[in-house]
């Protein structure tokens, strides 16, 4: 059973460009998180997917941030217009359905790299 | 003032040694995870607690709800265990599978061979 997996482990971005990070969950979990860990930062939690709902989309920036977890296929973060700030590690988590003991399983992480 | 502090924010030690790291937090929570991360790595779940104490292996782990103070204790320390420890909490709004962690900076232990 492969645990949760991310790709790719490390983007190389120029500004403006755009950045797509792929979390495929561990077989069986229908939730998805992601965070972000700013270098020199502690974690932050971005957003929280199920299949085909955002359901806590409230640690998401505003603007060029979005996330998806379709029916089929991996849950994807898309940035927007990248800038260096943005460069950092984003980690993604999955966990069992409703009524599960709430452990986290998360995955390699992607490191995202603005020039 | 972080809801989350760990302490000490860095932390040495000799192989073999008995190490205890901190976390205190400031809100109610339902449940407080210890987590690893090595170097360039990912992320691992080492326990998940909302009371009393838990072991596996080397690692303990406690929590006192009332001081809201949690424990990592590592017992005979390997330079393998070199890493950060990071403490999260859920806080005590969230329900269900909504992991909503908030997340201590983490703490960076050495284990000198």
């Known amino acids: 059973n492969a645990g949760v997996m991310q790709n790719p482990r490390h983007l190389v971005r120029r500004r403006g460009q755009e950045a797509r990070l792929r979390c495929s969950p561990m077989?069986?979990?229908?939730?998805v998180y992601w965070y972000r860990q700013l270098p020199e930062e502690g974690l932050k939690f971005m957003v929280y997917?199920?299949?085909?709902?955002?359901?806590?989309e409230s640690g998401m920036p505003k603007e060029r941030f979005s996330a998806e977890f379709p029916k089929e296929g991996p849950s994807i973060l898309r940035i927007q217009q990248v800038v260096r700030g943005d460069s950092a590690a984003y980690f993604c988590a999955s966990s069992p359905p409703q009524g599960n003991t709430g452990e986290l399983f998360f995955g390699e992480g992607s490191r995202l790299t603005v020039l | 003032k972080n809801e989350v502090e760990q302490s000490p924010q860095n932390l040495t030690a000799q192989e073999g040694e008995f190490i205890t790291i901190n976390c205190s937090y400031s809100?109610?929570?339902?449940?407080l995870h210890w987590l690893q991360q090595h170097p360039g790595g990912g992320i691992v779940s080492l326990f998940m607690l909302s009371s009393g104490k838990k072991k596996h292996g080397r690692l303990i782990a406690t929590i006192n709800i009332q001081e809201k103070h949690s424990s990592l204790h590592i017992t005979a320390s390997h330079p393998r265990d070199s890493a950060v420890y990071i403490c999260a909490v859920r806080t005590a709004i969230t329900t269900g599978a909504n992991s909503k962690l908030t997340f201590g900076k983490g703490i960076t232990l050495s284990v000198r061979p």
């Open positions: 077989k069986g979990h229908s939730h």
């Open positions: 809100v109610g929570i339902s449940a």
């Open positions: 997917l199920q299949k085909e709902n955002i359901i806590d």
